[in-house]
């Protein structure tokens, strides 16, 4: 496998991994000034689909093969769209300011789009 030129080691090395670790705590920042009782609702839904991006292109890669790899970056890129769901109903809540619903919905739609990218790569061989 190989990305941006370079010999890919280690999942930490894929661009959509890191990506997606730095959405993952910056939702979990976001998420902490979301009311006291979404903390078992959608504060722990956005957090628990959050993880699973860069988790699931984490687990995928260790598994060592082109099939088993592409299986989990579509379930990766499943989470990326529950998490727009997600953060356009915390907008439509007052949870999430304009602004920051803009960022992160930008960021996350990027990373959805290297998700495909890399989907389609790994299809073509």
């Known amino acids: 496998m190989s990305n941006e030129g370079m010999s890919v080691k280690s999942f930490r090395d894929l661009r959509t991994w890191r990506e997606g670790h730095l959405l993952a705590v910056q939702l979990y920042r976001v998420t902490a000034n979301f009311p006291d009782h979404e903390r078992y609702g959608l ?54 300011p304009q602004e920051q619903y803009n960022i992160l919905t930008q960021r996350y739609e990027g990373l959805g789009a290297g998700l495909n990218s890399h989907i389609k790569v790994l299809r073509s061989k």
Not at 66 to 81: E, H, N, P, Q, W
């Open 43 to 96: 504060s722990s839904q956005l957090r628990r689909a959050a993880v699973s991006v860069p988790s699931n292109i984490a687990e995928g890669f260790g598994r060592g093969s082109t099939k088993d790899f592409g299986r989990f970056l579509y379930i990766a890129r499943g989470s990326v769209f529950e998490i727009l769901a997600q953060l356009e109903i915390a907008k439509d809540l007052k949870y999430l």
